[in-house]
Every structure is written in C-alpha cells, then in structure tokens.
C-alpha cells in the first residue's frame, strides 16, 4: 500500500496508525485553516453547527452528538461564548440544566462559512458508491470501537511507544485470552482536538 509519498505503508497494525497520524493531521491543517479565515477552530464550527441546528441543547446531549467528552464540550462553549456566538440558559422544566442556544450572529456566521470538513474529502466521499461509503464508515466505526478507553484512562504500553521514536516498529501485543470481550457497538467518533 502507497501513501501518496514515495514510502511503502506496512500493512499491519503499524501501519493502520500511521494513515491514522495522516487523517489527524489533515485535520488538524483544515481546523488551522478555519481558524485563520474565520476564527473558528473545526471543533468549534462542529459544535456551533449543531447548537444553531437545535433549539437548545444541553452539553450532555450535544457531547453524545458530536462524540465529544463533556470537558471538550464545555471547554468550546466557553470559547463560542465568549465570541458571543452562543448564550447559556436555564432549562425552564429543570432549572439544574445548563441549555446552550445559538445567538443570530452564529447563524450568520454559519451562512457564509466553509465545511468543517474538507471539501474534496466530502465531494470524494459523496460520489463514491453505497456499498463503498458503508465500508468506509464501517471500518472507521470498528477502528474507533478498537481505540476507545474509558475517559482519562492510558494504557500501560503508551509510554513505552511515545519515547520509541519513528523508525521503531512497535511490538505485537499478546492476544487476550477471553474473545468473547468484543469492542463496544459502532459509534463515530471525533477527536477531542483543541478548540
């Protein structure tokens, strides 16, 4: 397998996370990008998308939206409002909930601004077949399901791969002896990139 350059992309495990180290940075630049045109970061114009899309909304529920944690979340709103893009409230049935709720200056901003996402990704991706795109997000939803750990938890071995450095090949890991334990059902999921 090619990765665009003039280096072979192993195709083991190794290799799966070094297309994923491609996707994160292509991210990354798009988010950089916005961030320069329109002072938003990625994050940020996902999540004020979704807030102008509801008629308020609750940070618990808009993290399950985004797939966000609920600090990531709160971290941006924080950040939104301060912007005046958004306001908090009170939940009139339940005065303990916090409800985020769009301002019209983050309605217009949203009309004249760009994808969140890039756009040959989304041209790309929208013209490829069915049974592709579901393959596609199959795959990302079983490779996310594979990464998940339960919030603010690092594994043991992270350490020990963050100080190998690029030209080490990391180690196979032991296979766990009870397969029954399969990964959690498919979810998308997005980066809690900065916001």
Same mark, same amino acid.
């Given at each position: 397998?090619?990765?665009?350059?003039?280096?072979?992309?192993?195709?083991?495990?190794?290799?799966?996370?070094?297309?994923?180290?491609?996707?994160?940075?292509?991210?990354?630049?798009?988010?950089?990008?916005?961030?320069?045109?329109?002072?938003?970061?990625?994050?940020?114009?996902?999540? +004020?998308? $979704?807030?102008?899309?509801?008629?308020?909304? &609750?940070?618990?529920?808009?993290? =399950? *939206? !985004?797939? %966000?944690?609920?600090?990531?979340?709160?971290?941006?709103?924080?950040? +939104?409002? $301060?912007?005046?893009?958004?306001?908090?409230? &009170?939940?009139?049935?339940?005065? =303990? *909930? !916090?409800? %985020?709720?769009?301002?019209?200056?983050?309605?217009?901003?949203?009309?004249?601004?760009?994808?969140?996402?890039?756009?040959?990704?989304?041209?790309?991706?929208?013209?490829?077949?069915?049974?592709?795109?579901?393959?596609?997000?199959?795959?990302?939803?079983?490779?996310?399901?594979?990464?998940?750990?339960?919030?603010?938890?690092?594994?043991?071995?992270?350490?020990?791969?963050?100080?190998?450095?690029?030209?080490?090949?990391?180690?196979?890991?032991?296979?766990?002896?009870?397969?029954?334990?399969?990964?959690?059902?498919?979810?998308?999921?997005?980066?809690?990139?900065?916001?």
């Amino acid at each position: 397998m090619e990765n665009g350059g003039d280096t072979p992309i192993d195709n083991g495990s190794y290799g799966v996370l070094m297309l994923l180290k491609r996707i994160n940075r292509a991210l990354e630049q798009h988010s950089a990008y916005l961030n320069k045109t329109l002072g938003l970061t990625g994050p940020q114009l996902v999540l +004020l998308n $979704a807030i102008v899309q509801s008629d308020g909304i &609750g940070v618990g529920v808009l993290a =399950r *939206r !985004v797939s %966000l944690s609920q600090a990531t979340v709160t971290s941006i709103a924080d950040r +939104l409002e $301060a912007k005046g893009l958004i306001v908090r409230g &009170g939940d009139e049935s339940d005065h =303990r *909930r !916090v409800i %985020l709720r769009a301002t019209p200056r983050a309605s217009e901003l949203l009309t004249s601004s760009p994808s969140p996402f890039q756009e040959n990704f989304l041209d790309a991706f929208e013209s490829a077949e069915p049974w592709e795109q579901t393959m596609i997000l199959s795959s990302l939803q079983r490779i996310s399901a594979m990464m998940d750990l339960p919030e603010g938890e690092i594994p043991a071995a992270a350490s020990h791969h963050a100080d190998a450095g690029p030209s080490s090949s990391p180690q196979p890991r032991a296979r766990r002896q009870d397969s029954k334990a399969e990964a959690p059902g498919p979810e998308v999921g997005g980066t809690d990139e900065k916001a």
